[in-house]
């Protein structure tokens, strides 16, 4: 009897330690200001994972763990507040039984390691190992870095600037050996039966560590350029509803009602200090029998406006018969097979050319089924019912030029703006400001629009460049090369803000280089898992 109550304390023991590093992450993430619990956020799952022998025992306990703070932070995903399409719930609940699996694979990989050197200093491989994970799920079609350690500092200003050099893994890293240090004082304190000087040695290094990215200057000055000739931009926030939008189109203002509804407010709020305008995630929807005509009238409407025009938009391409990617849509009652990709376009007045960029990376299941080219016989049974969830995969590389004021930018959609080093590409191929156009209106007024704007300060920072941010419902915003943030809106109201911005061609270090400090902490982590494969051979 006394075993058995034994057993369930420490159970309960170990299960207390799991909720305790899930609510230390969950609480760490926008939009509350929270994120120095990061900091000690592991160092609960580094204690529990010290009171486990069992590999399977081991895994359950992870996968409980960050289940949870899953739950905690991406809590929004499914639309369970707003919305309710079940489709949508169904992908927000699949979410939350992977996302553990995945955060479980560098914890099982890190207790390998720690079970195969039998080293107490064996937790010091942990940051290499979560930094390595990290940038595998940034990659490929799978890819979610919603929750990359970093992403939880943005309120920080003054300890993330380094991310020009290394990117958000580098401050994910510092989070990282910020919680080993304390899991290390934490033991310290108790094997020893007072606090003697290895103790104070080992606050000392905590808070040097806390405080050093502080110390990081960056002279603004060395921003701006010769060229650097300042652009007024405009952003227009409808907060039209996605699910008239895509669902109802013609029970609201139709198609090409909605772009001219666009048209008309840039035309309310523009003046002659205005040189862009820049509208939401697929905007401009034009009916495919009248295409070309009302693209004609679109630019003509911007000719009359007199002003520049970033907006998302549908682009259609259709395919000869019997060269269509198994991948692509069919159109009802026809032979002819197509695909739509969600694209942005900019159009100058007085000029014919038309700019387009297209998504290259896609939300998974929600805009394409992952590998849908391996598994083209899931499209059917997994499309959404709101008709957008077989988004044609793109290709561009496409840097935006303008005649007009003279500079070149990059312009992404959504999803697409929490990829560190794929927007750093684009940069390092010559733009000069950043645009990321978003809808965000899916998820109703919840902390998932609220993280997603505040991650695009990551890409101000690595790339020191200008993001202008237009959502359709909110929130959208301006970011200075500091990560400071400008005239943020509100979420679900109809907003016109404006604001200054440089183009900067300075590029970064973190710009030129990408992701290489995350390739060195994966080569570091390969290394380490083939000498603990070795040593427990020798071993045994």
């Keep these: 009897m006394k075993s058995l109550f034994t057993f369930d304390v420490h159970k309960k023991y170990l299960i207390l330690l799991g909720i305790s590093s899930a609510i230390l992450l969950g609480l760490s993430f926008p939009p509350l200001q929270l994120g120095i619990l990061a900091c000690i956020g592991f160092v609960p799952f580094l204690i529990l994972t010290d009171s486990i022998n069992s590999f399977s025992r081991f895994f359950r306990y992870s996968y409980f763990t960050f289940f949870l703070f899953s739950l905690i932070s991406l809590y929004w995903v499914g639309g369970f507040t707003h919305g309710k399409d079940p489709y949508l719930m169904i992908a927000g609940a699949a979410l939350f039984l992977w996302e553990p699996l995945v955060l479980s694979l560098p914890a099982f990989v890190y207790f390998f390691i720690k079970k195969s050197l039998n080293s107490k200093f064996s937790v010091i491989t942990f940051p290499f190992i979560w930094i390595t994970m990290e940038w595998l799920y940034a990659l490929g079609e799978l890819a979610f870095p919603w929750l990359h350690i970093g992403n939880s500092q943005t309120y920080q200003l003054d300890k993330i600037q380094f991310a020009d050099i290394t990117g958000v893994y580098g401050i994910s890293f510092w989070i990282l050996v910020i919680n080993v240090l304390i899991y290390f004082l934490f033991?310290?304190?108790?094997?020893?039966?007072?606090?003697?000087?290895?103790?104070?040695?080992l606050t000392l290094c905590i808070a040097s560590v806390y405080i050093m990215p502080s110390f990081y200057r960056v002279d603004e000055n060395s921003f701006h350029t010769a060229k650097g000739k300042p652009i007024n931009v405009g952003i227009i926030q409808p907060n039209i509803d996605p699910w008239n939008?895509?669902?109802?189109?013609?029970?609201?203002?139709?198609?090409w009602g909605q772009a001219q509804y666009y048209l008309k407010l840039i035309g309310q709020h523009i003046n002659d200090s205005i040189d862009v305008a820049v509208l939401p995630e697929s905007a401009i929807l034009l009916n495919l029998p009248a295409y070309s005509q009302q693209m004609q009238e679109f630019k003509s409407d911007v000719d009359s406006l007199n002003i520049s025009v970033i907006t998302g938009y549908v682009r259609v391409q259709y395919y000869e018969t019997g060269i269509a990617p198994p991948t692509s849509s069919l159109i009802k009652g026809t032979n002819v097979r197509y695909?739509?990709?969600?694209?942005?376009?900019?159009?100058?007045?007085?000029?014919?050319?038309?700019?387009?960029?297209?998504?290259?990376?896609?939300?998974?299941?929600?805009?394409?089924?992952?590998?849908?080219?391996?598994v083209p016989f899931l499209?059917?049974?997994?499309?959404?019912?709101?008709?957008?969830?077989?988004?044609?995969?793109?290709?561009?590389?496409?840097?935006?030029?303008?005649?007009k004021f003279g500079s070149k930018f990059l312009a992404?959609?959504?999803?697409?703006?929490?990829?560190?080093?794929?927007?750093?590409?684009?940069?390092?191929?010559?733009?000069?400001?950043?645009?990321?156009?978003?809808?965000?209106?899916?998820?109703?007024?919840?902390?998932?629009?609220?993280q997603h704007n505040q991650y695009s300060i990551l890409r101000a920072i690595e790339n020191r460049r200008w993001v202008v941010r237009c959502a359709n419902g909110g929130i959208s915003s301006f970011v200075d090369p500091?990560?400071?943030?400008?005239?943020?809106?509100?979420?679900?109201?109809?907003?016109?803000?404006?604001?200054?911005?440089?183009?900067?061609?300075?590029?970064?270090?973190?710009?030129?280089?990408g992701d290489w400090f995350a390739r060195i902490c994966a080569s570091i982590t390969g290394l380490i898992f083939l000498f603990s494969i070795g040593y427990r051979f020798i071993r045994k």
């Design 412 to 450: 992404m959609v959504c999803y697409e703006s929490i990829f560190p080093e794929f927007v750093s590409k684009f940069v390092d191929n010559g733009a000069e400001f950043l645009v990321f156009t978003t809808n965000d209106s899916w998820w109703g007024n919840t902390s998932g629009a609220r």
């Design 379 to 403: 499209i059917e049974p997994l499309r959404w019912g709101v008709g957008i969830s077989n988004w044609g995969l793109a290709h561009d590389s496409t840097v935006f030029t303008s005649k």
């Design 339 to 374: 695909d739509s990709f969600n694209s942005i376009m900019f159009v100058e007045p007085q000029s014919n050319e038309v700019q387009t960029y297209s998504k290259m990376r896609l939300v998974p299941f929600a805009e394409r089924i992952p590998y849908a080219d391996k």
């Design 245 to 255: 939008k895509w669902k109802g189109a013609n029970t609201f203002l139709g198609r």
């Design 187 to 201: 033991k310290q304190i108790q094997s020893s039966s007072k606090i003697g000087k290895p103790s104070y040695y």
């Design 482 to 513: 500091m990560g400071r943030m400008y005239d943020q809106t509100e979420m679900y109201t109809e907003a016109f803000i404006k604001h200054q911005i440089e183009p900067l061609q300075e590029k970064t270090f973190y710009t030129k280089h």
